[in-house]
Every structure is written in structure tokens, then in C-alpha cells.
T-cell receptor, first 113, second 111 residues
Framework: KQEVTQIPAALSVPEGENLVLNCSFTDSAIYNLQWFRQDPGKGLTSLLLIQSSQREQTSGRLNASLDKSSGRSTLYIAASQPGDSATYLCAVGDTSGTYKYIFGTGTRLKVLA | ETGVTQSPTHLIKTRGQQVTLRCSSQ?????VSWYQQALGQGPQFIFQ???????GRGNFPPRFSGLQFPNYSSELNVNALELDDSALYLC??????????FGPGTRLTVT
């Protein structure tokens, strides 16, 4: 059974710092991995999607990497800003049975001005 | 904007009542999935519909049911509401194996 873990659960950094969020999964047989941002009480905003055949994706200050063999993905945020404060969720596209996402519990990020 | 809409935005119900949540998927997306997100948790898969038939279910009881219509809209119905059903309910559309597009969610509070 696929399990997704995100570490740390919460993170507080000063503005301008580069940071890395971690996501690990137990079964390397995945379709893809998607990173989301969630503001308090709101829905999910897609940040980056990495297909299983890819190693990384970049969008602006964000870079996500995928290492299927070790069951790990990282989301790198460069030059963090207070507007980056949110919860970041990773979701793994599960291949067992119905295609669905298995989510981690998220990393709650606070960027201090 | 993902092109996926949900209604209502917020809902308050009493324990034992029934509720219907609605989702309108992107045109052309014939697969819709529903997720439940309890406070402080990641979303949990409820079920998926493909071409108007249930195509898979997570660990949720039968009182959670759904419908999908030919016009890319769908419903999530929950009977005999319990306090633990209080959560954000998200629908997502997208072809299996590809990017999933999530709606803004419906916040359900059961008192």
C-alpha cells in the first residue's frame, strides 16, 4: 500500500532564504508526482507535475525533482517571499487499481518578512 | 483557474441529515474523482467516476455515493451525516495518468 510522507511538518524561515521541502513514498511504481500549494481554507493550486519518466520540472523560483528508485521528491523554493507562506502538499499518482492520488499530510511553510 | 467548479462553497448540516455536493469538470474530461480533506490532513480518495460509472473507491462507507452526468458534472451524496464528515470536499478531473485539475472545494460542517 502506497504511503506518502512529508518532512518537515512545519517550517519557518526568514524572507530571501532558499529552502527544500521533502516528500517520500514507499512504492516506486508511480504514474507521476504533483506538488500543490494550499492556502488556509482554500483548494489546491497545482505547482509542478513530474511524470514518472522525468527527473525534474521547473517553474519560476520552483524546482521539483523526482528519484523513483529511492522513493523521494524534493521541492526547491528559491529566494522565498512572505507570499510563499502556505501548506505544500505532494501527491503520488498511484498505479494500483484505480488511478488516484495518494497525498502526504503537507508541510506548513511560513516565510517571515 | 483549473476550469473545475464546485458548489456550494460552504455548507452546514446537522448530524443524520443528507447532503449533495456538486462539481463541474473541464469539458472533455470524462473522469472525475472526489477527495475528502479533514483539517490538518492531506486529501483522501473517496471514489472515481468514468463515463458515468463508479470506477474505484477508497476506504469510505456506502453512505458516500456519487453520480456523473453526460455534461461533465457530477455529484457527491453523503447520507446519515456524522460529525467526522466535517471536512473540505474536493473534486478533480483529468485523464488517468495525467495532471489532475482540482476544484476550489466545498467546506462541509456537521453539527
Amino acid at each position: 500500500k502506497q504511503e506518502v510522507t512529508q518532512i518537515p511538518a512545519a517550517l519557518s524561515v526568514p524572507e530571501g532564504e532558499n529552502l527544500v521541502l521533502n516528500c517520500s513514498f514507499t512504492d516506486s511504481a508511480i504514474y507521476n508526482l504533483q506538488w500543490f500549494r494550499q492556502d488556509p481554507g482554500k483548494g489546491l493550486t497545482s505547482l509542478l507535475l513530474i511524470q514518472s519518466s522525468q527527473r525534474e520540472q521547473t517553474s519560476g523560483r520552483l524546482n521539483a525533482s523526482l528519484d523513483k528508485s529511492s522513493g523521494r521528491s524534493t521541492l526547491y523554493i528559491a529566494a522565498s517571499q512572505p507570499g510563499d507562506s502556505a501548506t505544500y502538499l505532494c501527491a503520488v499518482g498511484d498505479t494500483s487499481g484505480t488511478y488516484k492520488y495518494i497525498f502526504g499530510t503537507g508541510t506548513r511553510l511560513k516565510v517571515l518578512a | 483557474e483549473t476550469g473545475v467548479t464546485q458548489s456550494p462553497t460552504h455548507l452546514i448540516k446537522t448530524r443524520g441529515q443528507q447532503v449533495t455536493l456538486r462539481c463541474s469538470s473541464q469539458s472533455g474530461h470524462n473522469t472525475v474523482s472526489w477527495y475528502q480533506q479533514a483539517l490538518g490532513q492531506g486529501p483522501q480518495f473517496i471514489f472515481q467516476y468514468y463515463r458515468e460509472e463508479e470506477n474505484g473507491r477508497g476506504n469510505f462507507p456506502p453512505r458516500f455515493s456519487g453520480l456523473q452526468f453526460p455534461n461533465y458534472s457530477s455529484e457527491l451524496n453523503v447520507n446519515a451525516l456524522e460529525l467526522d464528515d466535517s471536512a473540505l470536499y474536493l473534486c478533480a478531473s483529468g485523464a488517468p495518468g495525467y495532471e489532475q485539475y482540482f476544484g476550489p472545494g466545498t467546506r462541509l460542517t456537521v453539527t
